[in-house]
Nanobody
Framework: QVQLVESGGGLVQAGGSLRLSCAASGRTFSSYAMGWFRQAPGKEREFVAVINWSGGTTYYADSVKGRFSISRDNAKKTVYLQTNSLKPEDTAVYYC??????????????????WGQGTQVTVSS
């Protein structure tokens, strides 16, 4: 089993930045991919970014490409999501999740195994 705890969310003005963190415990962190998803009120959960076990491969949703950056520190068992140039439409609860099947169908939330409790990001205009 894996336990995930997100942090770093908050209220920020449009154009601002936040760095989200997701700390993992349990199964060997360096053996699986990690993803970030988000869910806005009244909308379905959507893929944001994913990183493979080594950090050498990343993918992003088109809506965040060039503004967000995913990274990981396997020694600290932590994955990060640096969010820059935030827009009001980025407002959502952000979740991290484990993906034991590496990057196969990485944008499909049903392919992820364990989820954190989420951290709220609110971007004001």
């Amino acid at each position: 089993q894996v336990q995930l705890v997100e942090s770093g969310g908050g209220l920020v003005q449009a154009g601002g930045s936040l760095r989200l963190s997701c700390a993992a415990s349990g199964r060997t962190f360096s053996s699986y991919a990690m993803g970030w998803f988000r869910q806005a009120p009244g909308k379905e959960r959507e893929f944001v970014a994913v990183i493979n076990w080594s950090g050498g491969t990343t993918y992003y949703a088109d809506s965040v490409k060039g503004r967000f950056s995913i990274s990981r520190d396997n020694a600290k068992k932590t994955v990060y999501l640096q969010t820059n140039s935030l827009k009001p439409e980025d407002t959502a609860v952000y979740y991290c999740a484990t993906k034991f099947s590496n990057l196969i169908r990485y944008s499909d939330s049903e392919r992820y195994d364990y989820w954190g409790q989420g951290t709220q990001v609110t971007v004001s205009s």
